[in-house]
């Protein structure tokens, strides 16, 4: 059974810094490329950033470009989101997804390319 775990989530205040993980079990992510989404409340789901099977290839919205950082560890089987000079805006439920293609397509930012989903992990930034 292929399970996704975020942790990491939690209150921080604006300025602070988060560090998420994703940890897969049933499957081996050396194989997938990884997504971060979040979705806040009254909010559709949005891409957050993606990184491909190797990690040589990442992408991130605007939103967030220079603040977060997509890594991973194939070894460990686990994804980070490094998110530094967070904001109240960045408050939302935050996804990990795994897709089989293995690279970052144009379509990376939406749901289309990922086949498997974490259950998600709060972060909550006050001002």
């Known amino acids: 059974q292929v399970q996704l775990v975020e942790s990491g989530g939690g209150l921080v205040q604006a300025g602070g810094s988060l560090r998420l993980s994703c940890t897969a079990s049933?499957?081996?992510?050396?194989?997938?490329?990884m997504g971060w989404f979040r979705q806040a409340p009254g909010k559709e789901r949005e891409g957050v950033s993606c990184i491909n099977w190797s990690g040589g290839s990442t992408y991130y919205a605007d939103s967030v470009k220079g603040r977060f950082t997509i890594s991973r560890d194939n070894a460990k089987n686990t994804l980070y989101l490094l998110m530094n000079t967070l904001k109240p805006e960045d408050t939302a439920m935050y996804y990990c997804?795994?897709?089989?293609?293995?690279?970052?397509?144009?379509?990376?930012?939406?749901?289309?390319?990922?086949?498997?989903w974490g259950q998600g992990t709060q972060v909550t930034v006050s001002s």
């Open positions: 997804a795994a897709g089989l293609t293995g690279y970052c397509s144009s379509s990376w930012a939406t749901r289309l390319p990922y086949n498997y």
């Open positions: 049933g499957l081996t992510l050396d194989n997938y490329s």
